[in-house]
């Protein structure tokens, strides 16, 4: 399947189809890969999945992007899970990375900060393949080529993929500035003014970097405040990056049947019909800019009872105070109908 076909399929004038438009290019395609139109999957829901923008129209792009994903799935469905991992093959030292400290571990890995011959630094990024599905390898790898190509100054950039026995590794910039988790904190340490100018600059880059992510028809689907760091150790004029999204599968869904992303964070409509919608992005957003406006981020790590992560079911008794007067009111919305479609406009 390729783009060119999409595109072919495709004949409005503005280059969009509406949902009668993208079940035409599914019929077609139906045909000519001889697939069931079942394959597609719920193509009402679907569109709504991939309706980046919320105009109720799909572009080339976007529908090129919710047919490859059915077809992943229906592969799965099938039994075929092979993914053809075309990265190359060398450890971190033949690939001339010196590690020297280890940055942070997650459920996929580790990321180290290393050095080149020349004593550049880089972020290393340790994937276990024991972890990864084959349509996790294949996501990787599409999301490492898309952000080479269409590189943004607020998403983490990348520079090389490679793999050895038993990582597939992830080469990109390093960022001193610590994550949100400990924005306020390193702030005053600085003895920085953390005026309404200062959070508006701040809370716009995010935005901004949300809003190009969806242009490219992607989901992030794990905003909070560890994956949204701040480049530099001045935290006068911060610039913050948004990580993880090299390797963020949108859509994607676990064994049991729901959706990746922390609770808390997500959006009942996520849990309630197992699928992530561009605009859980937005209230992710509102949640993170909540809790780190308050002041009351909780822990990262296993989640409990005391913590389980997102304001919303911490029973934060100062929320409304908050929605009065910034705009996560509705970016936070818990109804989907209600909250921002797009990342909103800041400042």
Known sequence: MSKKFIAHGVEE???????????????????V???PLAAFGDLQNNFLCFDFDGSGMLEVNEVYKVV???LRQYRKTLGGETAVVNM???????????VYKELGRGSQGVAKLAKDPTGREFCVKCLKKDTMS?????ELQEEFQTLQLLAHDNIAQVFEIFQDAQFYYMVGEPYHGGDFMTLTQRAKEQQVPMTEDWWRGIFRQCAEALEFMHEQSMMHCDIKEPNIMIKSRDFRQPEVVVIDFGVCRAMVTAPNGMPGGTPGYMPPETIQQRKWLPRGDVFCLGVTFI???LDKSPPTGPRTTATPGG????????????????????????????????APRVG
């Open 68 to 70: 490859k994903h059915q």
């Open 88 to 98: 190359p093959f060398r450890t971190l030292t033949q690939a001339g990375f010196t």
């Open 33 to 35: 890969l001889e697939l």
């Open 134 to 138: 084959a349509a996790g390898i294949e």
């Open 13 to 31: 004038e503005d280059d969009a189809v509406d949902c009668e438009g993208l079940l035409q290019v599914c019929e077609a395609l139906s045909k």
């Open 291 to 293: 809790q780190v406006l």
């Open 311 to 342: 304001i919303f079911v911490e029973g934060c008794q100062t929320i409304q105070d908050i929605f009065n007067a910034t705009i996560t009111r509705r970016a936070a919305q818990k109804w989907p109908d209600a909250s921002y479609q797009t």
